[in-house]
């Protein structure tokens, strides 16, 4: 029997896993993140129309002009950042493709890539995709950076820190003195930041500060983002990148080869939206998912979790070693069982998974009737 040529060393991703165990047990998912409430018809009727004129070939293999344009002005509007839509934007498929593509192109075999820890899932593989080795720096959930740790993970043979701020799945927003510490890390030891910023509209505290935008970074930094998280459409598949002239060169054209292009009508659909949809769009999808936020932290709460409120993105990550002694997968796979509520197991979120045992995470990018009902199943499961 034939079998995989390479296993590579990583496992199945156990975020998408629990998506499958949660429509097997008939659970509210509250493991992936996806909201399950409609996209902005601005969107929806921009994708129709585009698909309507046949805007239905491939687009130009790093991006349609006019979303790059949009996204570049989206820079300089945001963080007065100056992007030139020709020289530094490349539009993928997904931040997710973003992110397996500037690594396979800025990275080489042997190359050492930090990655702070809890991490989403996806970076580990990045790493080991690209030939690297992943050096994983611990951050305690609720505390801040420690500067020293990453200080000390940083060798000649580092070729770039992976950052993501909002952070999933801890919340965590690097703040500004944070960041000037890791920009002046990678400045001394010439390494990339490559950052995920695709919680950047989704914030309840501070503020977003791209890392690109600190003296000297600009040409270090690979942005990446994408219109997943901004406006709902986790399924479209549409990413951004911003990059140095000569790191999207070779971006684009690993890009080229892995996908050739992200979907040419949905590109259009998100260059309308970025154009059309103002200051107030922003700030509702934030105080709307605030909302989200502490109707599902009480209910954790006083169900007996040990969380604190996240400072972005739209995931919790709670400790529930005084409701059970169980670990995390047998945890979350009785939760989405017994309690009908499936979230993640914290161990996916670690390099070992002894550091995640004891945690797992909720996605509240969910209508507030479901949080309500996820609580309340919670409650009844541990109030009992
Ligand atoms: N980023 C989201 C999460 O962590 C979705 C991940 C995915 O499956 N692409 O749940």
């Not at 498929?93 to 500037?102: F, L, S």
């Not at 690594?103 to 899932?121: C, K, N, Q, T």
């Not at 409701?323 to 009908?340: I, N």
Request: charged content about 20%; proline content about 6%; aromatic content about 8%.
């Amino acid at each position: 029997m034939q079998t995989a040529r390479r296993t590579h060393g990583f496992t199945e991703s156990v975020i998408r896993e629990m998506t499958r165990v949660a429509d097997r047990c008939g659970a509210i998912n509250l493991a992936q993140g996806f909201p399950d409430f409609p996209a902005p018809e601005v969107l929806k009727e921009a994708a129709v129309r585009a698909i309507r004129s046949d805007v239905n070939q491939y687009a130009v293999t790093w991006g349609s002009p006019r979303l790059r344009e949009a996204v570049a002005a989206g820079y300089g509007r945001w963080y007065d950042l100056e992007v030139d839509p020709d020289r530094h934007v490349t539009i993928t498929c997904g931040a997710t493709e973003a992110m397996v593509a500037v690594m396979l192109a800025l990275v080489d075999p042997g190359d050492e890539v930090i990655i702070l820890e809890p991490f989403y899932e996806n970076y580990g593989p990045d790493a080991i995709l690209s030939g690297a080795k992943p050096i994983f720096v611990p951050v305690q959930p609720g505390e801040g950076i420690d500067l020293d740790r990453v200080a000390q993970a940083f060798s000649p043979a580092t070729r770039a820190i992976v950052l993501n701020t909002p952070n999933n799945p801890t919340g965590h927003v690097l703040t500004r003195a944070e960041l000037e510490a890791i920009a002046e890390l990678c400045r001394r030891h010439d390494a990339w930041a490559i950052t995920d910023e695709i919680y950047e509209h989704i914030l309840y505290e501070g503020q977003h500060l791209p890392i690109a935008g600190l003296p000297g970074m600009r040409e270090r930094t690979v942005t990446v983002s994408g219109a997943s998280k901004t406006f709902s459409v986790t399924g479209w598949r549409v990413g951004t990148i911003v990059a140095p002239e000569a790191a999207g060169d070779a971006i684009r054209k690993v890009h080229d080869f892995l996908t050739v292009g992200a979907p040419a009508p949905l590109q259009e659909a998100v260059a309308e939206a970025m154009e059309t949809l103002g200051d107030a769009y922003y700030q509702d999808l934030a105080s709307g998912y605030r909302s989200r936020r502490d109707l599902l932290m009480s209910s954790l709460l006083e169900a007996g979790f040990r969380c604190s409120p996240p400072a972005g993105a739209y995931y919790v990550l709670a400790d529930f070693s005084g409701l059970s002694g169980e670990d995390d997968t047998a945890f979350a796979l009785r939760l989405a069982k017994q309690a009908g509520v499936a979230p993640v197991p914290g161990s996916s979120f670690f390099a070992d998974p002894s550091d995640g045992s004891h945690l797992v995470r909720f996605a509240f990018c969910k209508s507030e009737d479901l949080l309500r009902e996820a609580g309340r199943r919670l409650m009844a499961t541990f109030n009992a």
